[in-house]
């Protein structure tokens, strides 16, 4: 957990799932982190229109709970200007999964990929997300902002 590699941070998990979050509810207190980690029980799409959590973050990471182009409407506002998300790509990740013109969308631009034992793909915020963004739950899955290769 990064929580514990990075000692002086402060961290929200976001899990929409009642069970899944309540897991990792316990699972931080079984790390002695819940001090520094809040488990936020909602959709990403949600919690990136609260003002408690929008622009607020220097750091998203995400799994690949979706295409490229929802994982990016649903990080991007959580994202101070100059913020990263790094994202799991699948093994083996190309790079034209994250488009810059559809990524610019939401004010983002590719920053890079890891490649180690997994794929990770940089995104940076050079431009805060605008206010039209994150539309409603389930509306980004449905109607993409953009197509991946």
């Known amino acids: 957990m990064l929580a514990l590699a990075w000692p002086e941070s402060l961290w929200s998990l976001v899990e929409a799932r009642a069970r899944r979050s309540a897991f990792l509810g316990e699972a931080t207190a079984a790390l002695g982190v ?9 959709r990403a799409e949600v919690v990136g229109r609260d003002p408690a959590h929008r ?19 649903c990080a991007a ?12 790509d699948p093994p083996g990740g190309d790079a034209s999964r994250w488009p810059p013109a559809g990524l610019a969308l939401v004010g983002l631009e590719p920053d890079g990929v890891v490649r180690e034992a997994a794929a990770y793909q940089r995104l940076r ?3 805060l997300c605008g206010a039209r963004y994150p539309r409603r739950p ?5 109607r993409p902002l953009f197509r991946s290769t």
């Open 34 to 42: 819940e001090a520094r980690v809040a488990v936020v029980e909602d």
């Open 55 to 73: 622009s607020g973050y220097d750091l998203v990471v995400a799994r690949g709970f979706g295409p490229p182009a929802v994982v990016a409407e």
């Open 77 to 88: 506002p959580l994202l101070r200007l100059g913020g990263t998300v790094v994202v799991s």
């Open 125 to 127: 915020q050079v431009e």
């Open 138 to 142: 389930g509306v980004p899955a449905k």
